[in-house]
């Protein structure tokens, strides 16, 4: 594959991000981070040195996707939410998530969290220069990076 071609040496930063949550852009969002896994089991067999000979497809858990945000726009999300489910609970609506990065020559970097409900909401508030911020994590049924999955499509 050949080297990435960048113009004038940029690459990917936070100001090259933007993310749509059921549509609307959420411009407070500051952080998003997820680990994304595949759980995987070695067979062993009659091989002499002990080692496996082969490894299971594997069972895959979407992760939880921490969304960090302003909290205005944490509890404008929310609020949203919550009317959206039609139960007053915020936990209670699915939606997607669109992540994307841009920069002139580089190709786009998508991510997609399909079908994901609010489980968590957590706030720590200091005194200092910084904007009041929340944490929502996130429970997607399935997660695109780049139009690729960590688990198999067939």
């Known amino acids: 594959m050949p080297a990435v071609v960048r113009i004038n040496s940029n690459t990917f930063s936070w100001a090259s991000t933007r993310t749509k949550i059921d549509g609307e852009l959420y411009e407070g969002v500051i952080g998003f981070s997820y680990d994304n896994k595949l759980e995987t089991t070695y067979i062993f067999g009659q091989r002499r040195s002990g080692g496996p000979i082969a490894q299971t497809s594997g069972k895959y858990t979407p992760p939880e996707v921490k969304l960090s945000m302003l909290a205005e726009e944490a509890d404008a999300l929310c ?75 067939v």
Do not use: C, H, W
């Open 79 to 153: 609020a949203t939410m919550a009317a959206k489910s039609g139960q007053g609970s915020y936990g209670a609506a699915e939606f997607n998530v669109l992540f994307q990065a841009f920069e002139i020559g580089l190709a786009p970097m998508t991510l997609v969290l399909a079908k994901a409900r609010i489980v968590g909401v957590s706030a720590s508030y200091a005194e200092g220069p910084d904007g009041l911020k929340k944490d929502i994590t996130l429970k997607p049924m399935g997660v695109v990076e780049n139009g690729f999955t960590l688990a198999r499509k």
